[in-house]
Every structure is written in structure tokens, then in C-alpha cells.
């Protein structure tokens, strides 16, 4: 009878502790508007088209016109094969063949995992090229502006492609490579899809490379070292440092190198200049504060696992959970975003960090763009950076996170859109067709 007893109680404490944890998580449903054109903020910038990737969709803005976002027909045939599934499957929902693992029922009307783009490029022709996967297979695929027409050039299993540029002569692309053990390595292919290959290799993340103009094959990424544990896990990740790689030769030679930076998605310019966002390194730090608090938190974790168990067996032998709901799909909420590795408090920024424009930064000033000249000078051209392009003509489109900023040569911002948690930026010189 006792041991009933103290059974309650401790599944009440774990209640009330889960629904306590649990009330600052949205609903999948709860969805941000889409991101929609802003007026000129100043300056005297020169028109361009730009684009950016917002939430895994792609927008794209002709000069300072409307907003379009890009519909893959093949994201969408694949949502329709989802929902043919979830019909098909109707009939298990509120059974027990409905129960997943976690104890819940699975959501049958929740949509399929989501096919998601990664990174986009304008070509000269008129088209748009981009990664997207969902969590089965990737590829790359063309767009065609005026048309409308999509093209799958490359399509595989587990493939996981991000950051992509292009050659000086637009016939080869460079990217980045998911690898194991959350390693990461420069890659390239044809602009047909044709010929993948990892160009570098190590227990690294390499990342956002770019071509260097008249220089054909020389490529400049970023590159963090993994620090692990006696297990193989991670323990830590290095500063970011700026490499060049000779792509026929195989060589690799340091560009930028300082242990309290890091130095992020290189951009050379027609003059030669390197462009980069530089922010302070933070090493990982675990001190006798995160101790006590892994002490003090352990029992409520072991309770709420205990929980979950319990609430797994209600769930099969009387079809009823223990929280009295059967599960609601979750979304990460404005605490969990992460930008160029870092993760990202938005509610915190939103009310502390500097506006542009009107605009509300995501990233703090400390995010800075830097211009580099051949002989080594640097100016900051921009803060509150968190990603940015730069046209063959020399113009720089950059984003706080939830605006796009094009420069004139004063070094003056013009507002060209917003978006919703931009987390990168593509831009070409003159407007939409």
C-alpha cells in the first residue's frame, strides 16, 4: 500500500513538472507570416535581385518588387504522396497500433518530414540552383525563373548539401558535405550535377566556400577542429579559422588564424578584397555551477523518464495517457534557433539588440563584416551581420537575421526586404526579368 502510494506521488510530481517545463512549446501549427517586401530604408545602393533562405523555404525579390516563393513541384509531389499515406492509415489513429515509442500516439495528420532547401545560387541563364532534402534522400535542382520549370540534376540517398558557390566560369560548384560523426568537408560537382567529389578531409567542419575571381579552382572555407571525448563524442569545437585550397593541387594554406575569433563565411570580391563576419570565439565551458545544477536537475530528469515509461503502458492497455492529451506535435520556439552554428536566443535579441532600419537584429553587434585588401588592412563594413552575398559587381547584400541591407559606396544601408529568420542570403546584380 505504501509503495502505491509513493508510486501517485511521484507520477503527479512528474506531471506537474512536465507540464511546467513544457508551456513555453508552440504548436507545429503556430507558424510565423511569410516574409514580405519592405520599402527603401536610404541610400543610394544599385538595384539587385536577391534571395534568401528563411525557415528552409526560398524567397526570392526582383530589385525592390514583390516577393515570390520558390515551389518545388517535386517538395510538392512528395507532399502529396504524404497525405496519401496518412489516409491510408487513418484507420490507425486512437488504436494501439497508433502508439509510437515515446509512449504518444502518432500524429496521422501531421505532415510528412518536411523537404527543406539549404542553400540557393542565381546562375547567368536566368536560373536558380539549390540543395533541399528532407530526411531520407537530397539532391540539387534548377529553377527556372521566368518559366517556372524545375530540373532534378542530382538525387540520392542521405545526401546532405549546404552552402553552395560557384566557379569564376559557372561550370563548377563547391559546397558543403555532411560526413560522419557530425563532421563536415569541402565538396564539388559540375553545374550539372555530375562528378561529386570531397575535396577535404579530417575530423573537421569545413564549410562555406567560395571562389576566388580569376582563380580558377582555388577555393577559400571556413574550418573548425572537433575536439572528443575518450568515447568519440563531442567534447568541443575549435575556432573557426579561414583556409585556401588549391583544388589541383591539393594544398591547403591558412588565411586567417586567431583563437578569440571566429571568421565566417568567406566572400572575395572582382577587386580582390576578402569579405568575412568575424565574432568572438566562445569556448565551452563547464565549470562547478554546471555541476550543481546537473545535481539538483537529475532526479526531475529521472522522474520525467520514468513518466514517459508509465505513460507508454497507459497508453497500450487502457488507450488513455496519463497527461490527459494525446500528444501535441512540438516546435522549437524563439529560444532554440541557431545561426551559423551558434544558437540563438531571439526573444533576448529582439529586445536588446540594435535595430537597422527598423529592422530587429537577431545577432549581436559583436557579429561584424569585415573588408580585408590584398595587403592585409581591414575596416568593418557592417555589424549585427549574420549572413551576407556580394554581387559580381561589388555590391553587398547582408542580413541581421530578419532584413536584408544593401550597401552603396558611402558604406550607407538601404532596406531591401524582411524575412523571417533569414539564414542566408543570395544576390546578383540588376532586377528580375
Given at each position: 500500500?505504501?509503495?502505491?502510494?509513493?508510486?501517485?506521488?511521484?507520477?503527479?510530481?512528474?506531471?506537474?513538472?512536465?507540464?511546467?517545463?513544457?508551456?513555453?512549446?508552440?504548436?507545429?501549427?503556430?507558424?510565423?507570416?511569410?516574409?514580405?517586401?519592405?520599402?527603401?530604408?536610404?541610400?543610394?545602393?544599385?538595384?539587385?535581385?536577391?534571395?534568401?533562405?528563411?525557415?528552409?523555404?526560398?524567397?526570392?525579390q526582383g530589385g525592390?518588387?514583390?516577393?515570390?516563393?520558390?515551389?518545388?513541384?517535386?517538395?510538392?509531389?512528395?507532399?502529396?504522396?504524404?497525405?496519401?499515406?496518412?489516409?491510408?492509415?487513418?484507420?490507425?489513429?486512437?488504436?494501439?497500433?497508433?502508439?509510437?515509442?515515446?509512449?504518444?500516439?502518432?500524429?496521422?495528420?501531421?505532415?510528412?518530414?518536411?523537404?527543406?532547401?539549404?542553400?540557393?545560387?542565381?546562375?547567368?541563364?536566368?536560373?536558380?540552383?539549390?540543395?533541399?532534402?528532407?530526411?531520407?534522400?537530397?539532391?540539387?535542382?534548377?529553377?527556372?525563373?521566368?518559366?517556372?520549370?524545375?530540373?532534378?540534376?542530382?538525387?540520392?540517398?542521405?545526401?546532405?548539401?549546404?552552402?553552395?558557390?560557384?566557379?569564376?566560369?559557372?561550370?563548377?560548384?563547391?559546397?558543403?558535405?555532411?560526413?560522419?560523426?557530425?563532421?563536415?568537408?569541402?565538396?564539388?560537382?559540375?553545374?550539372?550535377?555530375?562528378?561529386?567529389?570531397?575535396?577535404?578531409?579530417?575530423?573537421?567542419?569545413?564549410?562555406?566556400?567560395?571562389?576566388?575571381?580569376?582563380?580558377?579552382?582555388?577555393?577559400?572555407?571556413?574550418?573548425?577542429?572537433?575536439?572528443?571525448?575518450?568515447?568519440?563524442?563531442?567534447?568541443?569545437?575549435?575556432?573557426?579559422?579561414?583556409?585556401e585550397l588549391n583544388?589541383?593541387?591539393?594544398?591547403?594554406?591558412?588565411?586567417?588564424?586567431?583563437?578569440?575569433?571566429?571568421?565566417?563565411?568567406?566572400?572575395?570580391?572582382?577587386?580582390?578584397?576578402?569579405?568575412?563576419?568575424?565574432?568572438?570565439?566562445?569556448?565551452?565551458?563547464?565549470?562547478?555551477?554546471?555541476?550543481?545544477?546537473?545535481?539538483?536537475?537529475?532526479?526531475?530528469?529521472?522522474?520525467?523518464?520514468?513518466?514517459?515509461?508509465?505513460?507508454?503502458?497507459?497508453?497500450?492497455?487502457?488507450?488513455?495517457?496519463?497527461?490527459?492529451?494525446?500528444?501535441?506535435?512540438?516546435?522549437?520556439?524563439?529560444?532554440?534557433?541557431?545561426?551559423?552554428?551558434?544558437?540563438?536566443?531571439?526573444?533576448?535579441?529582439?529586445?536588446?539588440?540594435?535595430?537597422?532600419?527598423?529592422?530587429?537584429?537577431?545577432?549581436?553587434?559583436?557579429?561584424?563584416?569585415?573588408?580585408?585588401?590584398?595587403?592585409?588592412?581591414?575596416?568593418?563594413?557592417?555589424?549585427?551581420?549574420?549572413?551576407?552575398?556580394?554581387?559580381?559587381?561589388?555590391?553587398?547584400?547582408?542580413?541581421?537575421?530578419?532584413?536584408?541591407?544593401?550597401?552603396?559606396?558611402?558604406?550607407?544601408?538601404?532596406?531591401?526586404?524582411?524575412?523571417?529568420?533569414?539564414?542566408?542570403?543570395?544576390?546578383?546584380?540588376g532586377q528580375a526579368?
Open positions: 500500500m505504501h509503495v502505491l502510494i509513493v508510486l501517485i506521488v511521484i507520477v503527479l510530481l512528474v506531471v506537474l513538472f512536465y507540464q511546467s517545463t513544457n508551456k513555453y512549446v508552440q504548436p507545429a501549427a503556430a507558424a510565423n507570416p511569410a516574409p514580405g517586401a519592405a520599402p527603401v530604408m536610404g541610400g543610394n545602393a544599385p538595384p539587385v535581385q536577391v534571395g534568401w533562405v528563411s525557415n528552409g523555404k526560398l524567397f526570392v525592390y518588387g514583390a516577393v515570390q516563393e520558390i515551389s518545388s513541384p517535386y517538395a510538392q509531389q512528395a507532399m502529396d504522396r504524404a497525405e496519401r499515406n496518412r489516409e491510408k492509415n487513418a484507420w490507425k489513429k486512437d488504436t494501439a497500433f497508433g502508439v509510437a515509442a515515446q509512449g504518444n500516439y502518432r500524429d496521422f495528420e501531421r505532415d510528412a518530414d518536411p523537404i527543406l532547401v539549404s542553400s540557393a545560387r542565381f546562375t547567368g541563364d536566368g536560373k536558380l540552383l539549390y540543395f533541399q532534402a528532407d530526411h531520407g534522400m537530397g539532391g540539387l535542382f534548377s529553377y527556372d525563373l521566368a518559366s517556372g520549370h524545375e530540373e532534378r540534376l542530382l538525387h540520392r540517398q542521405q545526401l546532405r548539401l549546404q552552402d553552395m558557390a560557384l566557379s569564376p566560369s559557372g561550370r563548377t560548384i563547391y559546397c558543403t558535405m555532411e560526413s560522419r560523426g557530425g563532421a563536415s568537408h569541402i565538396a564539388c560537382m559540375q553545374a550539372n550535377g555530375d562528378g561529386l567529389r570531397e575535396l577535404t578531409g579530417g575530423d573537421t567542419i569545413d564549410a562555406a566556400p567560395t571562389a576566388v575571381p580569376g582563380a580558377e579552382g582555388v577555393v577559400i572555407y571556413q574550418s573548425a577542429g572537433i575536439g572528443r571525448d575518450q568515447n568519440g563524442g563531442w567534447a568541443a569545437i575549435g575556432h573557426v579559422t579561414l583556409q583544388t589541383a593541387t591539393g594544398r591547403v594554406t591558412p588565411v586567417l588564424d586567431d583563437p578569440r575569433y571566429d571568421f565566417l563565411s568567406p566572400r572575395v570580391a572582382a577587386d580582390g578584397a576578402l569579405f568575412f563576419i568575424r565574432r568572438p570565439y566562445e569556448p565551452p565551458q563547464y565549470n562547478a555551477g554546471n555541476v550543481v545544477l546537473d545535481t539538483i536537475l537529475f532526479p526531475f530528469r529521472l522522474l520525467r523518464a520514468l513518466f514517459h515509461y508509465l505513460n507508454f503502458f497507459s497508453l497500450m492497455y487502457s488507450r488513455k495517457p496519463l497527461t490527459g492529451a494525446g500528444g501535441m506535435p512540438l516546435q522549437a520556439d524563439m529560444k532554440n534557433i541557431v545561426l551559423q552554428g551558434r544558437r540563438i536566443d531571439a526573444e533576448r535579441a529582439l529586445r536588446r539588440e540594435a535595430s537597422i532600419g527598423g529592422v530587429p537584429s537577431l545577432v549581436p553587434a559583436s557579429w561584424q563584416l569585415v573588408r580585408r585588401t590584398r595587403g592585409g588592412s581591414e575596416s568593418v563594413v557592417a555589424s549585427n551581420v549574420s549572413s551576407f552575398d556580394i554581387t559580381p559587381g561589388g555590391t553587398v547584400v547582408y542580413s541581421n537575421g530578419r532584413g536584408m541591407f544593401a550597401l552603396d559606396a558611402q558604406g550607407r544601408s538601404s532596406l531591401l526586404s524582411q524575412g523571417d529568420l533569414v539564414g542566408a542570403v543570395l544576390a546578383r546584380d526579368a
